[in-house]
């Protein structure tokens, strides 16, 4: 019997023992924060941020890789694949909702084959013109483009995103026939943008083009929110032209489909520490975004409601992607 009981304690501290070695591992390996766009984006840039102050909170190394392309499309399946321990995450945008209704076909569920975690931001688009547009305000640039049908090129920073649904919404409303470009990311987008001689105009997120503004090295025309914005005195509303005109992006962390709840508010405790800190809100102000509250279920209700949102958004434009 005491052989017996002797060998029960040994099996149970041995398999205790391979039940641990593997989560204690786990716990040193590298976080990566799967971003799909390219690197210069907003999404990119919010990504490297929340990686800084969650590899200092947790004690571990958080990277960032960049997987551009299909809208997002790509880094999402390839973290909806992974396994669900907390290593691999997506920093993705308001494309991963919009992109349930915009492609006719997805290898992932957006809803189903993630855990959401928490939004970091919101940020509203800026309507930008390379330097040498024949026009100088929104009221120009409608004017134009009706009597130039197809003339005018659209640069889209990533299909499925905000941005697209910006450009779309914009089309929609005034009845212009504008040709879309798409690029890998809004990084490659603003650098044709700015060269002046390939693409005419772009929506923008705030993060990206303030610099610019400040330096003139873009047409501003307006911004899609309701009301103007203080960090870009003297740029009006779009909606002030176009009624009830209004756009704007969100930016959240996500992990695959069946992370621990452990894991889940153990991530959610790390980037919410980041979202706090006075040096991220100073940052976000001066960038005209917010910065939001959502625990995991809160942003897992707004992922829900906000494919809905969009679906009926992409359905009366029109747009689609194969």
């Known amino acids: 019997m005491h052989h017996k009981r ?4 040994a099996s149970a501290a041995l398999a205790l023992g391979a039940w ?4 204690a591992a786990q ?3 590298p976080i990566t924060i799967v971003v799909g766009a390219s690197p210069g984006g907003s999404t990119d840039t919010l990504a490297r941020v929340i990686a800084q102050s969650m590899g200092a909170t947790l004690k571990r190394t958080v990277l960032v890789e960049n997987k551009p392309g299909a809208g997002g499309n790509i880094a999402a399946q390839y973290v909806a694949k992974s396994a669900p321990d907390g290593s691999t995450l997506l920093m993705s945008f308001t494309s991963h909702t919009i992109n349930a209704t915009l492609f006719k076909k997805l290898p992932f569920d957006p809803v ?3 855990t959401p975690i928490t939004m970091v931001a919101q940020v509203p688009s800026v309507l930008v013109a390379r330097k040498n547009a024949p026009f100088d305000d929104v009221r120009g640039l409608i004017d134009y483009a009706r009597k130039h049908p197809q003339k005018l090129s659209f640069a889209i920073g990533g299909q499925g995103s905000s941005l697209h649904l910006a450009s779309e919404q914009f089309k929609f409303a005034t009845q212009t026939d ?3 470009i798409p690029y ?3 990084g490659p987008a603003l650098t044709d943008l700015l060269g002046a001689d390939t693409v005419d105009l772009m929506f923008a997120s705030t993060i990206n083009v303030l610099p610019h503004y400040k330096q003139g090295t873009l047409k501003f025309l307006g911004v899609s929110s309701l009301k103007p914005l203080p960090q870009f005195p003297g740029l009006p509303p779009i909606a002030d032209v176009v009624p009830g005109y209004r756009s704007e992006a969100w930016f959240g962390l996500f992990g695959p489909a069946k992370l621990p709840a452990e894991v889940t508010q153990q991530l959610y405790g790390a980037v919410r520490k980041a979202l706090e800190s006075p040096e991220y809100r ?3 102000e001066s960038e005209a975004a917010t910065v939001p509250t959502m625990t995991p279920a809160q942003f897992s209700e707004f992922v829900k409601k906000d494919v ?4 009926d958004i992409v359905k009366k434009s029109g747009a689609t992607v194969e």
């Open 308 to 311: 809905q949102f969009w679906g």
């Open 20 to 23: 641990a070695l593997p989560a």
């Open 282 to 284: 100073q940052r976000m």
């Open 178 to 180: 504008i040709v879309n």
């Open 112 to 114: 189903a084959d993630f």
């Open 27 to 29: 716990a040193d390996r």
């Open 184 to 186: 890998k990311g809004t």
């Open 6 to 9: 002797a060998w029960l304690v």
